[in-house]
Every structure is written in C-alpha cells, then in structure tokens.
C-alpha cells in the first residue's frame, strides 16, 4: 500500500455547488480556513462559473480575499471557460487568486451539451484557450467528467477517456482528474481505466501528470473504487466534508442523498490501511461538525457518527447478539 | 472475478434486531416471502433469543410457520444458546422450523461477556453442545463476531480467529461467518483474514465450510471490504436492505444510522462487475422499497436513491458543470 496520499477536499465547490440555500461568504471562509487548519493542501474553494447559473459562487473572488494564505495550501477554482479564466486572473493580479484551475471536458457529447451547452470539439478548443490564458500563472487541473459512464448515453468508450488525458498532458496541465460523475464506476474499471490512462499518456512524450481519483458515492461503491484507485498507483483523491455535492440527479431522487465521497470515510479508510493522509484527525472531525452546521442538517459520512475506526481505539458500545 | 455468489438477505433478524417499534409478524411473513420471491436463496429470518431479551423476535415460531417454503431457499435462524435450538427443534418437528441456525462466538473475551453474557471458553462448551443437539437436522453456520477488531479490546488477533473458524470446521459446521461487528475491517486486513483462516482450516483435516463475509458499513467501508472478500475467494455475503441493523452503537451516536452493507448497494456493486447474484434486480428494488414502508422511513442505500447503475443503462439526469 502507499505511504502518503493527497485528499483535495472539496465541500466548498463540489459540495455546495447545489445545495439551494446560499452559504454566506464569511461562513465559506471560516469552514475553508478549518479545512486548511486539519492539513488539507489542496482545497477547492470556489468556481468561476456565470453567477446567474451558479448562484452560490457569486461571491467567487470575494471568497478567495478572505481567505487565509498558510504556506503549502493550494486553493482551486473551476473554470467552465475562459471567460471564467479572465475572472480567476484579474482575481490573482488584485492580489486574492486562485492557486489552482480546473478546466473541464466531458467524455461523451450528450453530457457535454447538457453539463457545458457545447460540443466536445468546441469544449476542447476552449480547454486549449483557457491553458494559453492561464500559463504559468495557476496549477492546471484537467478533469474529464463522465469518464466511467454517462448517465445520457451509458458506457463510455476508455479509449476515449485516455485520449483526452493525453490531450490535457500534451497541454501541460498539472494533474488530470477522471470524474465518475454519477457512480458508474467499479473497482474493475478503475484499475482497468488507470492502467489505460498512463499507458495512453507514456505515449505522448508529455510530463505524465498525476492522476486524479474524483469518484461519486451515488451508488454507495465510492470506497471501493478508491482502493481500486489506490492499488492501480493512484495517490490523488477528491473527496468532500459530509458527502455533499456530486451529481444533483441525487437531489432530484433522493431529498438530500448525494454522491461525493466522504472524506472523513475515505479518511478513516486510508489511515486504517497505514496509509498517510497528511491530516489531523481530530480536526478533520470538528470541520466535519462545522460543515453540518453551516448546512444546518446531518451530513452523509458514517465516521462522523460512529468516530474514526482505527484499531487499537476503543470505544464504549452496548452490544446484544451481533455478529 | 467470480461467476457466481449468494447472498444472504439479513433483514429480518440482523435488520430487525435492534428497531424499536415491533414489526407485526405478518408483515415479517410478507417481507421474507418478497426476499424468496426476489431469488434470496438463504435469507435470515428469525432469532431464538430469549424473547424478553429481544422482543423484534418473540414472534420466532410464527414467523417459520407463516413462510412461504419454495423449493431451494434457506430459512436461518440465530441460537445464542442450546436452550435456543430446542427451541428451533420444537419447531422443526412441529414442521416449520428454520433451515439454518447460526451459532455464535465472539474473538474476544470483552465482547463475549458483553453479547452472549458468559466466557469464551464457556461459549464453546455451549456451541458443541447446540451442535450436538442440531446434528444432522439444519445446516449449521459458524458466527464469528468483532473477527476484525473489538470495540472494547481494540485490536483482534487474527491467530484467535483463525483458530476459532479452526474448531467450527471441526465441529462439521457448513459454513463460517466473519463478522467486523463494529465496522474496523480494512480491504487489506479483510484479505490477510480470509487466507489465513482458509489455511488454519486446512490444518484440520476437516471439509473445508465455505467462508461468509459478514460486513457492517458503520464507517462506510463495507463494499470496499466485500470487494476485498471477493478478490479473497469468497463467494458468500451477508447483508441486509436498507442497511438497517448491524451493531447498536449506531442507534445510540446516529440516531438511526446503521451498519450493515446495504444489499442494493452490493447487488449492484456485483452485478456491475459482472458477478452473478442470481437475483431479480426488479424484485429486489421492489423488496427494498417494501423494507422501508414496513419500517416507515427512508433508509441507507444509495442504489434505492439512484437506481441500479449497470453501465448501459442510461437515466435523465440534470447536470451542471459536474466534474
């Protein structure tokens, strides 16, 4: 198993991306500088999407003022386009950017109309637009949303997937994050798809970027598909406070149900199997209560009701014929 | 992966153990005959517990006396002692007993005063003697609790477990059960059990009885470690719909949160990894949809939210710059 993984925790973006109360910005703030205080070094805190269609980043470059600058935290904000890359810069000249940039592409054209209202072709022109706006001022994130499974168009074709992490290579992005937008992935096809990514890459002559697990817990394998990702070599996750976030048809169905993966579950997991995080534990858990107070509900983690289950802990539980 | 695995539906005992309001009996009939129909090949049904103790089964013999008995499937029922398999005798000669009887022991000593009241070695006089007094008239399956860490004694010694698996087999029991009662298994720790466990019983000289994972989610890692099992050989699981059940330490910190896997979830998880459940996927969403009228509110599994996932399937989902 691995010695130390990186968890970009990603509540403040992905997780609050739909929740249909606005989260105030100062309240944003405080929750990021906790995550920033229990060790995250990779937060995404915000999105640079049009303010009419995603009304709780309105306050994007407001967020990134206020918020503290501890040396070795990078912050990421989404960038669906270069309009939204122009934003993130004249944020960074005045003196209040984003570390990191997200550019997004879909795997498949049905999502990428629905989720990006383009064609792939038109999304990768962008793509290629928003890396020449945004050189060498950002870490650059490519992520490929759909990439296990499209929820308009069913299986997704991997040698799709891993030609456009090639394409994000060629470009010189600095991570390439493969999105299992609505939980379709398996343990299988994550080994399957990692193997093919880096393989597809090798080929290119590019810097091989790391790659990114972003798995949703819709269907409740996120776990799972991390281990998968973990012993296919991956040692880069996404993962969000709570469970909140992912894909909203979980809001649609499930009155609240959601598809991150927790991170204090994943949390819990890796550092069970020896694997280090780089975190403090107890903080991790107090943003874990502050998160549900700022969404004034129980969020979806199981740690956060029973406590981290590392062995040699203990904890006072009645018992009556379990197995 | 595997062809083919059976899972034993533990609604309504391991499930139903620990819920406050009594399910009338008929609606247990209703729901039990609903896991037959769905094609559960064994289904946990009832427990032999002292009816004071826990009241969900005081009902034990009416509920065997009201199935439906299709031919290949399995009724079980818990015996925590020999005067609960006189019971499950009783019954049996009355012509509706249970097919199964799970007889159980704890790893620790901690635990085994806690759940069962009595000393390990104690237990182990008791088990032999059910064994003896069953011999030859049910199937008898093994139950080995807190196999992967106790929630008094923290860490479990795997030599124990394997030892206590060891003595089932020689015993003649037909299948053995490991059951992380409080959700402290790992993927890797889950994998190191089954292979030594499997080696311990070949010591024995004995017919080697199939191995059953038995997995809480209490800390959300259950289909991560049943993924684990898989990879491990095992072809048996235990979980319950809805997720309901598992250990009470959930009950007392969640209020309602449960740790058992979720059947729908790994149904899922299995047959998207083209794994043979043998189910009818239909009729068990259609069971899990029972489960939570008979229980009154929305329970734990996310495939009843979303929807089983098999890639190919395709489901309208409204989508905004998801990663």
Redesign the interface.
Known sequence: ?ADRVTICECFAR?GL??EETFVPTEVKIDLIGAFAAAGFTRIEAT?Y?HPE??PAFRDAGAVLAGLPRPAGVAYKA?C?NPRAVERAIADLDAGHGATEL?L?VSATES?TE???RTTRARQWERVAEMVRLAAGRFRLVG?I?VA?????????DPGVVADDAARFADLGVDLV?L?D????A????VKGMFRRVTERISTTGAQAPPIVA?FH?????G??N???ALEAGCRDF?SSLGGVG?????I????G?TGNV?T??LV??LE???VDTGLDLDAVMAASRRCEEALGR?LH???A?????L?????????????
């Open positions: 198993m992905d991306q739909h999105s999407s269609r995603v989404t669906p997200s997004l999502h629905r989720n990006m992520v949303s296990f499974g499209c929820p308009f168009e069913g299986a997704v994050t999105g937008t609505t939980g379709l398996t343990p299988t096809s972003h817990n819709t269907r409740g394998g776990l799972a991390c281990v998968a996404d992912g894909h909203p048809a979980q649609q169905y499930g009155g149900m927790c204090e579950d819990n997991l069970s199997e020896g129980p983690s199981m740690v009701r029973a406590g981290f289950g062995v040699g802990g203990k904890t006072e539980e009645k018992v009556a014929h379990d197995a």
